[in-house]
């Protein structure tokens, strides 16, 4: 003998199998880290990165693919930049424990692909006031010189 259908058991089990695939269609199409930042391929990793919210001394840091050097701006304001290599007056590598007078710049460090800034005293940047701030990293690839560079421009937020 066949049972009849239950309205109410059937409502509910409709209800639940839709939410299941809004769930699994939400988890799915969700756009996390670099897709969402739309990060170019020789950007591995950025911070703050487009939107984030920062501290007003927050470090500003992008980090290359082997063989890119960049320049930073922020607000307008184009960054001047020490390379690491260049801090002894020598050119000789510290020896470790040594002391070394990082100036108020940005920092590229030619052995990581990296450049940074920390907005601080006597620096072009002293804070980041509260409010949106755009920056902007020039990069181009060592091999190639400045002529052939690109740029990335996003903006964070400082509380």
Do not use: C
Not at 59 to 80: H, K, M, N, S
Not at 129 to 156: L, M, R
């Amino acid at each position: 003998m066949k049972r009849p259908i239950n309205r109410q058991n059937l409502i509910v089990s409709v209800g639940i199998a839709v939410g299941l695939v809004l769930i699994g269609m939400g988890l799915s199409g969700g756009t996390t880290g670099r897709a969402a930042q739309k990060l170019p391929t020789v950007i591995e990793d950025i911070n703050p990165g487009p939107g984030d919210e920062v501290l007003r001394q927050s470090q500003v840091f992008v980090d290359f693919i082997d063989g890119y050097e960049a320049t930073l701006t922020i607000d307008g304001i184009t960054l001047p930049v020490t390379r690491l290599d260049e801090l002894t007056s020598n050119g000789a590598t510290p020896k470790p424990g040594a002391q070394v007078d990082i100036p108020p710049t940005a920092i590229y460090d030619p052995g990581n692909y990296t450049i940074s800034f920390i907005p601080q005293e006597g620096a072009a940047i002293t804070e980041f006031t509260q409010g949106v701030h755009k920056a902007s990293v020039t990069y181009w690839k060592v091999i190639d010189g400045k002529e052939k560079s690109k740029s990335f421009n996003w903006e964070f937020e400082a509380n």
